[in-house]
């Protein structure tokens, strides 16, 4: 076979992919290592290959661990999308998955995603039978250690364990076209569930001082947004689901600021590997498009 010549070579290749997308999902070397059954010094060679290949820097290394660089934040949604492909292309030439599967999804995931998910695992691998649910999060973690979970997609205000999958901003949301700069006692809408969502704005509003009183609460997120949009009151949304009719309030609204919502996919070994990992790529790819 005829050599390649320095044009032809590429400067990264699935395995360096692989090893990267574990470090920036652990977010410290040796338990990557771990998780890719090799030694931190085999994969630190790895990932230098890979930087030097692509004449950036992926990680800044901290006390806290590995943190990705703007760079490495670009490469992570191409290296995720990529081996995905190649996972793809290699089950043309093997039998095809059959068992079952059981998956918690969040429920303020948006409608297409949550669609994309289930329509394009559904089709690569019609012989899983998949058992889905959507809700809060909160109590999913729980459900994958006693076992009634293979699969489930968690958020969080920090970093979770697990794979992780993005991050979104949390904003302050109401009617388009409406001022509450000026309200003495703040309308609330909130979700009625034990997570974060329902305790985070009262407490924020607690901290600085701001009266507020509950005007609306739900389970669910879908009638939250319909309580926004009415205008009965201020509430907080993933960005990614402020949808039509509704505004974003700010600090110049008077509002305190908000952290990040982070997910994480977890997983048991309850259930076949290979099938876990399909659902794992299918969700991925669906939240990266």
């Known amino acids: 076979m005829k050599p390649m010549n320095e044009n032809e070579r590429m400067p990264v290749d699935s395995d360096l992919l692989l090893t990267f997308v574990r470090i920036a999902e652990c977010g410290n070397l040796t338990v990557a290592a771990g998780k890719l059954g090799r030694t931190q010094s085999a994969i630190s060679v790895q990932l ?19 943190v990705l660089t703007p760079a490495g934040e670009t490469l992570l ?24 599967i059981r998956v918690g999804l969040p429920d303020d995931f948006d409608d297409v995603v949550l669609e994309r998910i289930l329509a394009q695992f559904s089709k690569a691998h019609p012989g899983v039978q998949v058992l889905a649910r959507s809700g809060c999060t909160s109590g999913y973690s729980a ?29 302050w949301a109401a009617r388009e076209g409406m001022d509450w700069s000026k309200t003495d006692t703040l309308p609330l809408a909130v979700l009625d569930r034990p997570c974060y969502w329902r305790d985070l704005p009262k407490q924020l509003l607690d901290a600085q001082g701001q009266k507020h009183r509950v005007a609306f609460q739900s389970g669910s997120f879908t009638s939250l947004q319909a309580a926004l949009r009415a205008g ?41 590997k290979e099938i876990v990992m399909a659902m794992v790529d299918a969700i991925r790819a669906a939240c990266q498009h």
């Open 143 to 171: 459900l994958i250690q006693n076992g009634a979970l293979d699969v489930a997609v968690c958020s969080g205000l920090n970093n979770l364990e697990g794979i992780a999958l993005d991050a979104d901003e949390i904003v």
């Open 48 to 66: 230098r290959k890979l930087e030097d290949g692509l004449g950036v820097a992926l990680f800044t290394r901290t006390a806290k661990g590995m």
């Open 232 to 272: 009965i009151a201020i509430g907080l949304l993933p960005k990614s689901c402020l949808g039509d009719g509704l505004q974003i309030l700010t600090e110049t609204d008077g509002l305190p600021p908000l952290p990040t919502s982070y997910r994480a996919i977890l997983t048991s070994d309850n259930t076949s």
């Open 77 to 100: 949604s191409r290296a995720n999308m990529i081996i995905s492909e190649i996972r793809e292309t290699a089950q043309l030439f093997r039998e095809p998955l059959t068992g079952s």
